[in-house]
């Protein structure tokens, strides 16, 4: 059986991307919710950016943060400050598997309310190589 529970949230997220040498920053403020199903805890809302729309899924474990975005590509990356992970980045052009080197890793999520913040600095290796140096700051709150 499974026990799924729902709540709108308000979505803030602040994301700044290094890339050879250039930097590019992104703010969004976006509807979304709040859901717990059989006891795992899932934000869920929908990006919106140069007029499309990428459903995107933070999934918050104990440790680590799961980050789910799909769209014209598709992102699933495991955050873990313990340990590198590998994350497989679907392209139009293929499959590529990407180091995620995750530096920074601070959250704290109430279930409750709900409300919470996160904020992660990360950065993604292809070869051995730093291809990109991440940095989000996320608030929800209902």
Known sequence: MIIKRERPVKVKLSTTITQDGQQEHFDFVE??????????????????????????QIKFEDELVRLRRRGSSET????????????????QYGI???????????KEVDVQQPAGQ??????LKQAG??????????QFAG
């Not at 080197?101 to 601070?106: A, R, S, Y």
Request: hydrophobic fraction near 35%.
């Open 76 to 91: 699933n990356l495991f955050l873990d400050p313990r340990q590198e992970t590998v994350m497989r980045y679907r392209t």
């Open 31 to 56: 509807a979304g919710s709040f859901v717990e199903i059989n006891g795992k805890y899932y934000l869920r809302y929908l990006e919106h950016q140069d007029g499309q729309e990428t459903p995107v």
């Open 118 to 123: 996160v904020s992660i600095k990360y950065q």
């Open 96 to 106: 590529l598997n990407l180091n995620v080197v995750t530096e920074h890793l601070e």
């Open 129 to 138: 190589q730093i291809i990109g140096s991440y940095q989000l700051e996320l």
